[in-house]
């Protein structure tokens, strides 16, 4: 038996396996794990690859054109590509059922990190005033997870929100239309930080400028979206591929976890996963579990567990998601001009917004438009298709889109629960949510914000455009089981242990007692390290 089991292979789970391995302990890991397939054709640019497959539609779009979105007007801008299927697919066993809120699931080999754009922002005081621990305790963790993971970033105005670490290597070039964006914000700066409590500066990512560890420096060869080729952009697969490297880990994919069982001094025995291959349970002794399979996943083994044993349909309160606004914009300045398609694909730029409330920073990133998918876009042009094509054709290079994100609260009647058959694989997940009162005065006060800040950047956003996202899209899910410091139960110690069960953890989000605006997966892999530092 390992000292250790770790449920779940994502961005959280492997930065704690890999801590606690080069401590020495014993590490099983049970996950299902989708694989991906290998890159093709790995030293093409995107168009190379666009000349040089035998069938790029069949790459691009997929078998069945699944990546292409339909007209929908309450659809997202962009599909995920073939390539990246394998990240959301799921076990078919499975059932839930949302209210105000549309979860998405991971069951790869790596998790939904596979498929994420790599920012990277650390929490500072303010934002971990409800943790039971501040920035001193968890910047070491920082530090060593962008060591780890390959991060860059630059020192300008938004050190102010994000805190520097270390192992931050410099920045890429920018492309054209974010270098024109920067530019107009250097000249605006005085007008922008008074007058819109607006500052910007370089997106934190993942992603090299410099080669590390046998991965090499960003190319700009433009496929971030299909899968980096030459794994500049992280993903935790690679974490993964490090733990593989330890003779003490053992990984098991093709496991569903269902459960774990406990007896009546509260230690967890045993933990059973359903064989997807051989279509059976199969129990696995465990000394600590350690429960990484994403929030709400985690929340549905945990649910399960106690039902299993107890009868008892529990729920679980305070699930958090960044609300997620899209914000369109075009750049006059360079109407009519070519776009370049070798060129980083995902956000360079960032935004932050001070509110009245340092906790409440409003957090924004800027994607200039390169080779993503147009038809989305031309599409919610509000006019008809023939102007609509000539406009998206002469306006691709001035295209971009600010993603703007909000903070979350933990709040009762937002909830995740098992309901249903008593059997832990048959039961439904379900889940509530609803946003907080005032939500909607809040946005709209902030959208005419950033409008306004937009067009200071030489930037208009044309009417009609603005995608307010549905819960549950940003997939920055959290809260579930807080740390707290009193004992209670259905809440863990300030290392994540349960209060109900003395051998069993949570790793991913299910212990934020807060969400800040900024994207979590760096905080969620830098915690991971903390905890398997600080409690074995
Ligand atoms: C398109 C996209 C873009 C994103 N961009 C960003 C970004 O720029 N910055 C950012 O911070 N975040 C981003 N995210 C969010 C980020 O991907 C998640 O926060 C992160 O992946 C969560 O990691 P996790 O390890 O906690 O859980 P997950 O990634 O959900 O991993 C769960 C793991 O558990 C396993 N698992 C689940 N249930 C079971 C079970 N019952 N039995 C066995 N194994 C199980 C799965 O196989 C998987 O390996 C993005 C997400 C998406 C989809
Ligand atoms: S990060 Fe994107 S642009 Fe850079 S090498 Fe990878 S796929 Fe190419």
Redesign the pocket.
């Known amino acids: 038996m390992s000292d250790i089991t770790v449920?779940?292979?994502?961005?959280?789970?492997v930065h704690f396996a890999l801590s606690v391995l080069e401590k020495g302990y014993a590490v099983t890991m049970?996950?299902?794990?989708y694989p991906p397939e290998e890159a093709v054709n790995p030293r093409d640019t995107l168009n190379g690859l666009k000349e040089n497959l035998v069938d790029p539609v069949d790459y691009f779009l997929g078998k069945k054109f699944e990546s292409l979105i339909l007209p929908d007007a309450g659809k997202e801008y962009y599909g995920f590509p073939p390539s990246k299927n394998y990240v959301f697919r799921a076990p078919g066993l499975l059932r839930e059922r949302s209210e105000g809120f549309a979860p998405?699931?991971?069951?790869?080999?790596?998790?939904?990190?596979e498929?994420?754009?790599?920012?990277?922002y650390a929490y500072n005081d303010a934002e971990l005033a409800d943790f039971p621990f501040g920035y001193d305790d968890l910047e070491p963790f920082y530090s060593r997870v962008a060591g780890r993971i390959g991060m860059l970033g630059a020192r300008d105005d938004l050190e102010r929100f994000h805190p520097w670490h270390a192992n931050l290597q410099p920045p890429l070039e920018f492309d054209e239309h974010s270098a024109l964006l920067y530019a107009a914000y250097e000249r605006k700066r005085e007008r922008l930080q008074k007058k819109h409590s607006c500052f910007m500066g370089r997106s934190r990512l993942a992603v090299l400028s410099r080669d590390m560890d046998g991965r090499q420096a960003c190319d700009y060869s433009g496929r971030c979206l299909w899968g980096c080729p030459s794994d500049s952009l992280y993903v935790p697969s690679l974490t993964l591929k490090a733990c593989l490297g330890f003779p003490r880990f053992t990984y098991i994919p093709g496991?569903?976890?269902s459960h774990f069982t406990y007896g009546a001094d509260d230690r967890v025995a045993t933990v059973t996963?359903w064989d997807l291959e051989k279509g059976r349970p199969q129990d696995f002794p465990v000394k600590k579990l350690v429960l990484?399979?994403?929030?709400l996943?985690t929340a549905r083994?945990f649910l399960a567990s106690i039902q299993r044993r107890t009868g008892q349909s529990m729920e679980l309160s305070g699930l958090m998601d960044n609300r997620q606004v899209l914000i369109p914009f075009i750049n006059l300045k360079l109407a009519g001009k070519p776009f370049k398609a070798e060129t980083y694909q995902y956000h360079q730029l960032a935004m932050g917004i001070e509110t009245d409330d340092p906790r409440h920073f409003v957090h924004g990133q800027i994607t200039t438009l390169k080779t993503g998918l147009l038809h989305p876009i031309i599409e919610s042009v509000p006019l008809d298709l023939k102007t609509s094509l000539f406009l998206s054709r002469n306006l691709h290079a001035a295209l971009g889109v600010a993603n703007i994100n909000f903070h979350d609260d933990r709040r009762p009647g937002n909830r995740v629960a098992i309901a249903g058959a008593p059997d832990p694989l048959r039961a439904e997940l379900r889940i509530r949510y609803a946003p907080p009162p005032g939500e909607k005065k809040r946005l709209q006060g902030l959208i005419s914000r950033v409008k306004a800040i937009l067009l200071q950047l030489g930037a208009a956003v044309p009417p009609g455009m603005l995608h307010v996202r549905p819960m549950g899209a940003s997939?920055?899910y959290a809260g579930t089981i807080p740390m707290n410091r009193g004992k209670k139960s259905l809440t863990a110690t300030a290392n994540c242990r349960s209060h109900d069960f003395d051998n069993l953890y949570f790793v991913?989000?299910t212990c934020f007692p807060f969400l800040p605006a900024k994207?979590?997966?760096?905080t969620?892999m830098a915690n991971a390290a903390r905890v398997a530092e600080r409690e074995f």
């Open positions: 449920v779940g292979s994502g961005a959280s789970a049970l996950d299902v794990g998405l699931f991971s069951f790869a080999r790596g998790g939904l990190a498929a994420w754009t790599g920012g990277a496991m569903l976890v996963a990484a399979a994403g929030t996943c083994i997939v920055h991913d989000g994207n979590l997966t760096f969620l």
